[in-house]
């Protein structure tokens, strides 16, 4: 049974702060990736990687970098937190183009 | 660019009704539709994809290239659908554009 984790469930940041979302699967999938999920906005791709230090932004990469440094962990980075940044961020995973699986999701709030 | 359009935000039928949800997509290509659910509390998950031809939970979805649209159908609605509905599109090998969701309510 695949199983992606998210180190927090919620988050609550200020304005300027570094923030740090990790992502780990237990899958051993070369793919991962970041999206951000907003009512009435759907989700929405931030980066995706294809395998170690890999990174290939996606729709909306704006304000954020991505890390992978080790295949089981992604980590998506807030370099400055804004408060149009509060949404709900999703990890997914998957081998190859097979299906993605998601984690649980991080709600990121920033004031 | 590729591109997915779910018309409806709300969608709310009545128990042993039929559902149909919609989805238009664009793409220059030849794309790999999918259908994602989220149930009240829990993750997001594959329903469907259209290269499976499978039906799953009772529901169908049929790719049609003439009309763009990959419309999720299910016969008799029941309670436990109730929940969020994606559609989204693989172009490439490019993570997935959705669209922006149908909230699918089911009354009793």
């Known amino acids: 049974d695949v199983k992606v984790t998210q180190s927090s469930r919620y988050l609550v940041k200020r304005t300027g702060e570094k923030v740090f979302l990790e992502c780990v699967q237990d899958?051993?999938?070369?793919?991962m990736f970041w999206y951000r999920q907003d009512p009435g906005l759907g989700l929405r791709l931030i980066y995706f990687s294809y395998d170690v230090k890999m990174k290939e932004k996606g729709d909306i990469p704006e304000g954020y970098s991505v890390s992978r440094e080790k295949k089981e962990r992604f980590s998506l980075i807030l370099e400055s937190a804004s408060t149009n940044q509060t949404s709900m961020y999703l990890c997914?995973?998957?081998?190859?183009?097979?299906?993605?699986?998601f984690g649980p999701g991080t709600r990121l709030t920033v004031t | 660019a590729q591109r997915v359009t779910q018309p409806e935000k709300l969608l709310s039928v009545f128990k042993g009704a039929p559902v149909e949800l919609k989805c238009n997509y664009s793409?220059?290509?030849?794309?790999?539709l999918f259908w994602y659910v989220q149930y009240s509390r829990q993750r997001l998950q594959l329903l469907l994809r259209?290269?499976s031809r499978e039906s799953i939970k009772g529901f169908t979805a049929d790719l049609n290239k003439g009309e763009t649209s990959f419309h999720l159908k299910k016969p008799f609605a029941q309670e436990e659908d109730s929940a969020m509905y994606y559609c989204a599109l693989r172009g490439g090998a490019d993570g997935l554009t959705f669209g922006k969701g149908t909230h699918l309510i089911i009354q009793p």
């Open positions: 259209h290269i």
């Open positions: 997914a995973s998957s081998f190859r183009n097979y299906e993605q699986y």
């Open positions: 793409y220059s290509g030849s794309p790999e």
């Open positions: 899958m051993d999938h070369e793919n």
